[in-house]
């Protein structure tokens, strides 16, 4: 009842909100834990007291004096935050407790005081037909009772204490060191004196965690008492009382036994000295009831301490409130409501002045909600805010305190404070205020107490973190770094391109890689030298992971970690030794490879056959893959960051450019020039091998035997093995020319990065390459001047026109000169980084346009002879545009940002210009000659410009086809067969369908009489026949109408079409024109 006048004091006199914990302790020492803070205080196994927090702050009618060890452990644990303990004026007692009732039956039956110890022991089991045997209603057990091992039966701490004090072994089960009770049955421990399966035990009950578990246990066992001890929720211990016979744990005061009269078992007198040493058979002593108070009540609520530290009440005046409650059937709250209605006089004075503020408050107006300067608008008092201090008000009546604001550069965090402090270094307060000191930000520091303004840091630097203390602690920014000497003044530069420099950085963090949590680095993809760090270097490989200066992966060396140490060579992105045997291999494979490649090429040298056998189709598919892995390798060589498995793929197709690192090519050369120097070789020995074969197949022996060479096929073996090498010679050719600039102002060869450009060797590779533009550029003169005297040839010297075979043997006859398309797109790719060697976007660009016009006239002329690989050429030339599209995803465009964005908008504006242009030209074109039909003047029906060219006659083309009428109507047998044979093993595929589809359209849509030819009938609609037109169309077709309506014919001496009779244009035959 006590927490119940309390409850109402606290809230409707001094007003405040009571909230209460949902769990319901255990104990008090359940209490405790909350009221230190602990997070799960009503679990024994983990309090949660690791990180705290003070969320209940007082209890009321706490038995903690009940258990002194724990008492003093907590204390001990949070000795500075220990709790506040006020009397409550009556003292508690608890123990074993039997009903009255019971109590009087066996007075009266044997003369027995079952309230006194002895009895027990001296009745023995004669004792237990007054009560209910603890087996009989063990059929609730489970329910009614917690498990053994859910309560202090299973705690070290409750059962090593009684085994010491009785050294009752059976009673106990020790585990690793750790005692527990025994419980049979897992749910009751049974007192030595009933623990055989023979005898029977008087049931004993208690609550929580097993209050009173370690006295009653040495009591029992002590004095032969026959009873089973067990623990039940709480439920079940308010019902089990009421519902057997038995004996409970019970305290006082309490109501929740009222009806049973609970009387205390009487144990000898309390030995405190007994209990001091553990043993604790006598009676437990009577306890001053507290209410316990967190540390901060003082601070958080001054008055409501008060109230606790003044009331006071007595147990007889509980008792009378508990019997009333009972009697009215009405709530705690009721029955203290009307007490303190009838007692006023004796709870008046427990209440605080509510203006007498304590240090740390000040004087508060409810009303107004804030804090106050004098008594007269004052209501309470309420805990200094953060930001204010408590400083004492003496006025007529008292000395009581108010709060005021801290001053600038002055601060107070904390709550119901007497002073504020000043600001520590590297904070300020600028104005009187509630308010915080604020931390310095970026750049600007304090390094005296109450500041009030911040100071700057010197130009160009900053501080890493806000609220900086001193001037040292300003670094430089971002994307500059310090290369001053140390305890020097601080020298701040920027940072280039390839590093990564945060605040604060310095050479010796770029240098060590320590020195905090970020230090400058060196970027990924780019290289520094130890000794000179700031001169960045720009890798065009994978091998520069950046970081310390210096370093390179799997091995690598040089500034741009692309060579391996010497006796070693690339393979598969790592550094391998080279085998012994490897570099003379390399000089002698080289050689007798271009003389197999020579030999293979005579031999198989092209003659032009207009018509393609399949074995020439598979032969061209892999010259066109062969082009198309060549063309991926000139795209590999663009700077681009590729993902890794498309960058795996196009490494490979670097072979095809000769850039061979991979095959140990390393090994048989000592640097990046000398191997530069042999693969040039090798493209001259071509051009060398070729004649020097020739002329060795004439000596005498071979030429006797039929294994000389014929001159021409001699060239247009040589022609073929170049023309295979091109795109791959010019690329080679143009590599001394592929500089791209490292961020250090130097620059490196695209395909060679570690030689710089400029250098002794770098000239030396021009001048090679010198000499292999020459032999490229006349390789592609020759092949102008060979395509243009190809139709020539092809009339007066067939033998010439063999030796261009490796040029014009692929494709259709009317199309011969393609390959110049083929030959001259390989050097024009490789024009890009040429051009444009440090904007990946801009070499992208120019080999979107090359493969781009190529793909348009490769579309036009359908140039292949088989009409798969003009498919095959087209799709692959569409890919490829589309991988140069995917690639400006990942190609950076910031450097040529404006150009691009000016190529993007000609482009837009352009394609719409030729659009409307076109529009407008035929647009044009078809009112003059809508006028001109007016005035009846002749205009052609078919502009030149619409059908990009002029068109032949029609009267031409129908006096050609009269005389190849006639002249077949005149040929024998014989020479149709002839004719035959030509055209199916001579003709191209592209020829034959053409004079087929010229058969189908003479045939249907000009209604010649071909009644036999019906080849590919319905791959083309039908054209408006002669015979179903219109009389005011064949005018527009033949001429105009007389005065009699006939056609005038434009075409005198032929019929014309309208003499007709009706009966013949009904006719399903076709009409003579």
Avoid at 58 to 78: G, K
Avoid at 384 to 393: A, H, I, V, W
Avoid at 593 to 620: D, H, P, Q, T, W
Wanted: hydrophobic fraction near 40%; charged fraction near 20%.
């Amino acid at each position: 009842m006590a927490h119940a006048i309390l409850e109402i004091l606290i809230t409707e006199h001094l007003g405040y909100r009571l909230t209460f914990d949902p769990h319901v302790p255990a104990s008090s020492i359940d209490a405790m834990h909350a009221l230190v803070g602990c997070e799960t205080w009503f679990d024994p196994k983990n309090r949660g007291c690791s990180n705290r927090v003070h969320r209940w702050h007082f209890m009321v009618e706490s038995w903690h004096l009940a258990f002194p060890s724990d008492l003093n452990f907590l204390q001990e644990a949070y000795s500075a935050e220990w709790l506040i303990s006020t009397d409550l004026g009556y003292r508690g007692s608890s123990g074993a407790y039997v009903p009255a009732a019971l109590m009087e039956e066996v007075q009266r039956k044997t003369g027995f005081a079952v309230e006194y110890f002895k009895t027990y022991s001296a009745l023995g089991q004669n004792l237990l037909e007054y009560f209910d045997n603890s087996d009989n209603i063990s059929q609730a057990r489970a329910a009614d009772f917690l498990p053994c091992n859910a309560s202090r039966l299973s705690s070290n701490n409750t059962i090593f204490p009684y085994w010491k004090a009785t050294g009752d072994d059976e009673g106990v089960v020790v585990d690793k060191n750790t005692y527990t009770a025994f419980c049979p049955d897992g749910y009751l421990w049974r007192a030595p004196s009933c623990r055989s399966p023979e005898k029977e035990c008087i049931l004993y009950v208690t609550s929580g965690d097993g209050w009173g578990m370690e006295n009653i246990m040495q009591q029992i066992s002590a004095f032969s008492m026959p009873l089973a001890v067990g623990v039940a929720e709480w439920e079940n211990y308010l019902r089990l009382p009421k519902a057997y016979w038995m004996l409970t744990y019970a305290w006082s005061p309490d109501d929740s036994f009222l009806d049973l009269r609970l009387e205390q078992l009487i144990f000898p007198a309390h030995n405190a000295y007994a209990w001091s040493i553990g043993d604790l058979t006598s009676a437990g002593d009577s306890l001053r009831l507290a209410n316990i108070v967190s540390y901060d009540m003082g601070f958080l609520a001054p008055d409501l301490l008060e109230l606790l530290e003044k009331s006071r009440l007595d147990i007889d005046t509980i008792y009378d409130l508990m019997r009333k409650r009972k009697a009215m059937q009405a709530s705690p709250r009721e029955v203290a409501c009307q007490w303190l209605k009838d007692n006023e006089q004796r709870w008046r004075p427990w209440i605080p002045d509510p203006t007498a503020c304590s240090r740390g408050f000040g004087l508060y107006n409810e009303l107004e909600e804030d804090f106050c300067q004098s008594r007269a608008n004052a209501e309470s008092c309420k805990a200094c805010l953060p930001g204010t201090y408590s400083k004492p008000f003496q006025d007529a009546r008292s000395t009581t305190y108010v709060c005021s604001t801290c001053p600038p550069g002055m601060q107070q965090p904390a709550a119901g404070e007497v002073a504020c402090q000043p600001c520590p270094a590297g904070t300020v307060k600028q104005t009187e205020s509630r308010e915080m000191c604020a931390p310095c930000r970026q750049s600007l520091y304090q390094d005296e107490m109450g500041g009030t303004h911040c100071k700057a840091c010197p130009e160009g630097t900053t501080t890493l973190l806000v609220g900086a203390e001193l001037l040292s602690q300003c670094v430089c920014e971002e994307g500059s770094i310090d290369v001053s000497a140390p305890e020097a003044a601080q020298i701040c530069v920027t940072c280039g391109e390839g590093l990564l420099c945060p605040d604060g950085s310095t050479l010796e963090q770029l240098a060590s890689q320590e020195g905090g949590l970020e230090v400058p680095q060196v970027a990924p993809g780019y290289f520094s030298w130890p000794d000179h760090p700031l001169e960045v270097y720009k890798c065009a490989g994978s091998h520069c992971p950046g970081g310390r200066p210096g370093t390179c992966d799997s091995g690598a060396l040089g500034p741009t970690c692309s060579n391996c140490p010497e006796g070693m060579y690339w393979d598969d992105d790592a550094c391998r030794e080279c085998e012994v045997a490897l570099a003379p291999a390399t000089w002698t494979i080289v050689p007798i490879g271009v003389i197999v490649a020579m030999v293979v090429s005579y031999y198989f040298a092209e003659r032009y056959i207009a018509k393609a056998s399949l074995a020439e189709c598979a032969r061209l598919s892999m010259e066109i893959m062969i082009n198309f892995v060549q063309n991926l390798g000139i795209l590999s060589l663009a700077p681009v960051p590729w993902p890794d498995a498309l960058r795996k793929l196009l490494e490979f197709s670097e072979v095809f450019v000769l850039k061979v690192q991979s095959f140990g090519i390393h090994c048989a050369t000592r640097s990046d020039m000398e191997q530069y120097i042999f693969i040039s070789g090798t493209f001259v020995s071509i051009v060398v091998a070729g004649p020097l074969l020739g002329l060795c197949t004439q000596l005498v022996p071979l030429r006797r035997r039929g294994l000389s060479w014929d001159f021409y096929r001699t060239l247009c073996a040589t022609g073929k093995l170049l023309q295979a090498l091109f795109v791959t010679m010019c690329n080679v050719g143009l590599g001394p020319f592929m500089c791209y600039l490292h961020p250090n102002g130097r620059r490196s060869m695209l395909k060679h990065p570690n030689t710089l450009c400029s250098s002794p060797d770098h000239e030396i590779m021009q001048w090679a390459s010198f000499a292999v533009l020459f032999l490229s550029l006349t390789l592609f003169i020759l092949c102008c001047w060979s395509v243009a005297k190809a139709p020539t040839w092809s009339l007066t010297s067939p033998d010439r026109l063999s030796s261009i075979g490796f040029l014009t043997a692929n494709f259709r006859p009317s199309s011969w000169w393609f390959g110049l398309v083929i030959l001259a797109r390989g050097p024009i790719l490789s024009l890009g980084p040429v051009i444009a060697p440090n904007a990946e976007a801009l070499q992208i660009l120019v080999m979107s346009c090359t493969m781009l016009i190529s793909l348009c006239l490769q579309l036009w002329f359908l140039p292949w002879k088989v009409p798969l690989l003009n498919l095959v050429d087209a799709v692959s030339t569409a890919l490829f545009l589309l991988l140069l599209g995917v690639s400006l995803h990942f190609a950076p465009v910031s450097d040529s940002r404006e150009f691009m964005d000016a190529c993007g908008a000609l482009a837009y504006f352009l394609s719409l210009g030729v659009i409307a242009m076109v529009a407008l030209v035929s647009f044009g074109l078809f009112a003059v000659e809508r006028c001109s039909a007016k005035a009846k003047r002749k205009v052609s029906s078919h502009s030149a410009l619409a059908n990009l060219g002029k068109l032949p006659s029609s009267e031409e083309m129908v006096k050609a086809l009269q005389a190849i009428g006639e002249s077949l109507g005149k040929a024998t047998d014989a020479e149709r067969q002839l004719l035959v044979k030509k055209m199916s093993s001579l003709l191209s595929v592209y020829d034959i369908n053409i004079v087929g589809q010229a058969l189908l359209i003479l045939s249907i849509d000009c209604e010649l009489q071909s009644s036999s030819f019906r080849w590919h009938s319905s791959t083309r609609i039908r054209a408006k026949r002669v015979s179903q037109m219109t009389r005011r169309s064949l005018v527009f077709l033949h001429g105009d109408l007389d005065d009699d309506n006939q056609i005038v014919n434009d075409y005198p001496g032929e019929e014309r079409p309208g003499d007709s009779t009706r009966e013949e244009r009904d006719d399903d035959s076709s009409v003579s024109i």
